[in-house]
């Protein structure tokens, strides 16, 4: 069976300093990646996701994600966050299970941007 | 991608009562997914619902508790219940657009459930 590990749950930063956070899989098959978030108030938006090809994945607002098959990783990362991306972000891992796809979440990471 | 409309966006129950969560989207979609999204939690699948066949469910959850229709390729419902404290959460409805997941899962905004 799948599973995915965020290893930081609470992450506090200030802003224009760099982010990462950490993802790691578990699953034996061809893997597709995702990074979603949440911003307060709202609901999940996709960030990024990687399925294929360049194993470095860009997403919108200046996200971007690497995926190492050999670490089983797949971090997010943003150069310098801003107070706008505080919100909670979502590793997910979508796999076969039964026959069928299913998508399996991480426990998320909560970041914090101070202004 | 998919737009998701999801209700009710939040309501407050009682004990033993049942709630129904209506999700519409506005395409097509083969599979729809419900979730559960206890506090401090992260996503947990509790069933997959494709239109015409019976939903299949994932381990801990049963249809008795979670009964789900799927009459169209647009609509789905998902009940909760019979309900406890213990099933206050947002429940989250999701949709895998027809060319497959390449173009990611989207989700509806959630219903939070509060029961007293």
């Known amino acids: 069976a799948q599973s995915v590990s965020q290893h930081n749950h609470h992450v506090i930063l200030s802003e224009a300093a760099s982010l990462e956070l950490g993802c790691n899989y578990s699953?034996?098959?061809?893997?597709?990646l995702f990074w979603y978030v949440q911003y307060p108030g709202q609901h999940l938006q996709l960030l990024l996701k990687y399925f294929s090809g360049d194993p470095l994945v860009k997403g919108i607002k200046g996200f971007e994600a690497e995926f190492i098959k050999s670490k089983f990783s797949f971090n997010l990362r943003k150069p310098s966050v801003q107070w706008s991306d505080t919100a909670e972000y979502f590793c997910?891992?979508?796999?076969?299970?039964?026959?069928?796809?299913?998508?399996?979440f991480g426990i998320g990471t909560k970041l914090q941007v101070i202004p | 991608s998919a737009v998701i409309s999801q209700k009710p966006s939040r309501d407050i129950c009682q004990r033993g009562t049942s709630l129904t969560i209506q999700c519409q989207v506005d395409s097509q979609v083969t599979m729809m997914f419900w979730y559960r999204q206890q506090p401090g939690q992260s996503l947990t699948l509790i069933a997959t619902?494709?239109?015409?066949?019976?939903?299949?469910?994932e381990s801990g959850f049963v249809i008795d508790k979670f009964p789900i229709s799927r009459p169209n390729l647009t609509f789905s419902t998902l009940t909760v219940s019979n309900m406890s404290p213990e099933d206050s959460s947002i429940y989250l409805c999701?949709?895998?657009?027809?060319?497959?997941?390449?173009?990611?899962?989207?989700f509806g905004s959630g219903t939070r459930l509060t029961v007293v």
């Open positions: 619902a494709n239109q015409g066949s019976e939903a299949t469910y």
């Open positions: 997910a891992v979508l796999g076969d299970s039964g026959g069928y796809q299913k998508v399996t």
């Open positions: 999701s949709v895998r657009p027809g060319t497959g997941g390449i173009y990611g899962y989207t």
């Open positions: 699953y034996g098959g061809t893997v597709n």
